[in-house]
């Protein structure tokens, strides 16, 4: 055993020292590799050609010509790439800081010179700076009152009729054939419309609801479509989105006013295709 150890150890190669000719190579081969990464990069970005290319190589020698990790500057530079990119995102979000000022300004926080701020006032500042730039829409308010008189106005209206849950239908123009049943799914195009005529959602396209998956008074309305046929369905909130509205789309308590196309009825035993577009009037949950 100790013999066989000992001819091991002694038939292990030494390190070589690559001649300069084998260096050069290495340095070529280490080049290409990095060439496959960079080149299509270069050629997205820049004309392909020995200028650019050239360019290109010089900037990388400036970072290797400061490579010392030590240095300050080198620091800088490396994250200077890192904060171009973040004070870039805060001028495209409209904050009026130019490059100079930051420089300026950062020279001084580094310094620990008196900036009127610290680090949680200074994230409290700029959430407070955004809301001044983008101000957040103030939801609208629809009062119970208007809301009354909106369904008090169209139930006056001749050709209307409303139900005994308190629907509002109209027919605009009749269709013709049977008429949903809450199991079916149906394809319509259709426009929703707020008390105030603010359209909040509509379809040019046919798209497919199942009947019984949306709000009462949407499910309601349905029931009384045929094929063919457009109509209008006036929903108090109590049929619709009540006191909670939906999504910052519907203000709590609102009227909702649809024009309805009923283009086809789908029977709850044949498969129907998924539909792909948004469900404007789908059941609160």
Not at 13 to 35: G, I, N, R
Not at 55 to 69: M, Q, S, T, W, Y
Not at 223 to 234: A, S
Not at 259 to 270: E, G, M, Q, R, Y
């Amino acid at each position: 055993m100790l013999i066989s150890g000992g001819s091991a150890r002694a038939a292990q190669k030494q390190p070589v020292e690559l001649t300069p000719a084998q260096a050069d190579s290495c340095a070529a081969a280490f080049a290409t590799t990095m060439a496959m990464y960079l080149k299509p990069e270069l050629e997205r970005r820049f004309q392909s050609n020995g200028d650019s290319i050239s360019e290109f190589v010089r900037g990388v020698g400036h970072a290797l010509d400061i490579k010392n990790v030590d240095a300050p500057y080198y620091q800088g530079v490396r994250n200077g790439f890192a904060i171009i990119d973040r004070l870039g995102q805060m001028q495209a979000m409209g904050f009026p800081i130019s490059d100079k000022a930051f420089l300026s300004q950062l020279d001084a926080a580094l310094k620990g010179q008196a900036m009127g701020m610290d680090a949680d006032k200074a994230d409290a500042y700029l959430r407070h700076a955004m809301e001044l730039m983008m101000p957040v829409e103030e939801p609208k308010v629809l009062s119970p009152e208007s809301q009354q008189a909106y369904l008090d106005e169209n139930r006056g209206r001749q050709g209307v009729i409303e139900t005994p849950t308190g629907l509002l239908f109209e027919v605009i123009t009749e269709g013709e054939g049977a008429t949903p049943k809450p199991e079916d799914t149906v394809s319509v195009t259709y426009a929703g419309r707020l008390s105030d005529g603010e359209v909040f959602d509509s379809s040019e396209k046919p798209v497919r609801f199942p009947v019984n998956r949306l709000v009462p008074g949407f499910t309601e309305g349905l029931q009384m479509m045929k094929p063919g046929g457009t109509y209008r369905i006036i929903i108090p909130p109590v049929l619709g989105y009540g006191d909670s509205g939906a999504g910052g789309v519907i203000p709590p308590g609102a009227v909702l006013d649809f024009t309805v196309t009923l283009h086809d009825i789908i029977p709850a035993d044949k498969p129907a295709e998924p539909a792909k577009a948004a469900e404007p009037a789908k059941a609160a949950e």
